[in-house]
């Protein structure tokens, strides 16, 4: 797939795995480095893959780590760790986070899945 800028073609071939859109609502923790729970919020994927998320929230996640919640079709929760790589306005009063996930490979299979 080619791209109309040089900037979006080189981040397409920098992709590990393929993105899937999505519209998934998740709930999120700002964890400090100590553990020490700062903040929580709710957000809504745009995208997802095995690597990571596309987080649309309300306000800037100023904090490395995170943690994500979202709930599967029979009602079991489902929560991941990640570090959050940015956080800048979409331009629309929006913020998008890009959140790359932290933990073991089958634990992060099934929070992309759901």
Do not use: C, W
């Amino acid at each position: 797939m080619q791209m109309k800028t040089k900037n979006r073609e080189i981040e397409m071939e920098q992709r590990k795995y393929p993105r899937v859109e999505s519209g998934n609502l998740i709930s999120y923790l700002l964890i400090r480095a100590n553990g020490e729970i700062t903040e929580q919020g709710m957000g809504r994927a745009l995208n997802i893959s095995q690597g990571g998320v596309l987080l649309e929230t309300t306000q800037l996640i100023i904090s490395e780590h995170i943690s994500l919640m979202s709930v599967d079709l029979d009602n079991n929760l489902i929560e991941i760790k990640g570090n959050v790589v940015y956080s800048k306005s979409n331009g629309s009063g929006m913020i998008v986070n890009g959140v790359r996930f932290q933990g073991k490979h089958g634990e992060i299979i099934q929070f992309a899945a759901k």
